[in-house]
């Protein structure tokens, strides 16, 4: 009966444990990676507080052209549009796709440069599967950017076109 009972205990415990580490996965490295990063921390810190400048410059820059966009030719187009009786339901669909990809973009980089600051604040030589771990997530986090930036690119090259297409309605 003993034995029933820890093996239940036990399979609990193992299902306790997946769950989570769905919700909080730690990636296993290897011996040599965990001798680099403790080797190379020094370095790779240095790097990511490159990055981290970099990431900031651009999306400063980044961020004020889509506002421009948004403020300077998105809306106040629609605005005439609607001032004509020519309101464009394409147009105002993407100007609300845009606005809300825009708010995405900037709480995306927020938890990017958040996380960021938690990974560059790290000791990778005390711990450097954790900090590897991190920088996991520091790199998927990073990817969302960079799908951000697509989709306002989309939404900024379709909006090129429902504008071409109204001008030759018009």
């Given at each position: 009966m003993k034995k029933k009972s820890l093996s239940l205990y036990i399979i609990i415990f193992m299902l306790i444990c997946q769950v989570f580490a769905v919700v909080a996965p730690v990636v296993a490295i290897n011996e040599k990676k965990e001798e680099l990063i403790k080797e190379r921390?020094?370095?790779?810190?240095?790097?990511?507080?490159?990055?981290?400048?970099?990431?900031?410059?651009?999306?400063?820059?980044?961020?004020?052209?889509?506002?421009?966009?948004l403020?300077?030719?998105?809306?106040?187009l629609n605005v005439k549009l609607v001032?004509?009786?020519?309101?464009?339901?394409d147009l105002v669909e993407n100007q609300n796709n845009f606005v809300d990809a825009k708010t995405t973009f900037s709480n995306d980089y927020i938890s990017y440069q958040q996380q960021l600051e938690e990974l560059v604040a790290m000791d990778c030589k005390e711990e450097p599967e954790k900090f590897y771990d991190k920088l996991v997530k520091v790199r998927q986090k990073r990817k969302t950017m960079d799908q951000d930036t697509m989709l306002l690119r989309h939404l900024i090259s379709k909006h090129i076109r429902l504008v071409t297409k109204l001008k030759e309605k018009i």
């Open positions: 921390c020094d370095t790779i810190k240095d790097g990511l507080k490159n990055v981290q400048r970099e990431d900031a410059k651009v999306r400063v820059h980044l961020g004020s052209k889509y506002e421009l966009i403020n300077n030719y998105i809306m106040p001032e004509k009786n020519l309101s464009n339901a």
